[in-house]
């Protein structure tokens, strides 16, 4: 009985160091994922803030255009009348 008794204990034994080695490798394997996460997620970061910036640069140029496109019409419709002006007046 005694011998089954330290079969059982030694059985035990090696259970226990078998789980706590299998949770060795899996927080490893949890903090090598945590890591890969976190590049991932600094690298998203990164380049949704350079497509910000670059539709922002984008945006500027389309309001710019906008103001020259709205400068030269008021420009093209003062000419007109002006040419108007002078026809009627021959």
Known sequence: ??????????????????????????????????????????????RFNRLETKIDNLRIELIETQETVDFHSAKIAQHERKIRKLSQQQ
Do not use: H, P
Request: aromatic fraction near 2%; charge should be negative; charged fraction near 50%.
């Open 1 to 46: 009985m005694e011998t089954l008794d330290k079969k059982v204990e030694a059985m035990n034994d090696e259970f226990k160091r078998k789980v706590a080695e299998m949770d060795k490798r899996i927080q490893e394997m949890d903090d090598r994922l945590e890591g890969s996460i976190d590049r991932l997620e600094n690298e998203m970061n990164e």
